[in-house]
């Protein structure tokens, strides 16, 4: 069995694509644990703030 371009392109699109998907599922875990929720919550209060969105005067 030789390797050639077809079979190393095969090969590369595939692992690509798993590893894509792999990664994709783990972020999706990572954003919906539960134990997360307070983070995210402080993160996006930390970006609305009505202390330090007023213009200088």
Known sequence: MTI???M?????KSFG???LIAMSIGVL???YWP???EQF???AAAV???EED???Q
């Not at 190393?8 to 590369?12: D, E, R």
Request: charged share 20%.
């Open 4 to 6: 050639d371009h077809e």
């Open 8 to 12: 190393l392109t095969g090969f590369s």
């Open 17 to 19: 694509l798993f590893y």
């Open 29 to 31: 875990v990572y954003a």
């Open 35 to 37: 134990s997360n929720k």
């Open 41 to 43: 919550a402080q993160a």
């Open 48 to 50: 609305v703030s009505d």
């Open 54 to 56: 007023r213009p200088c």
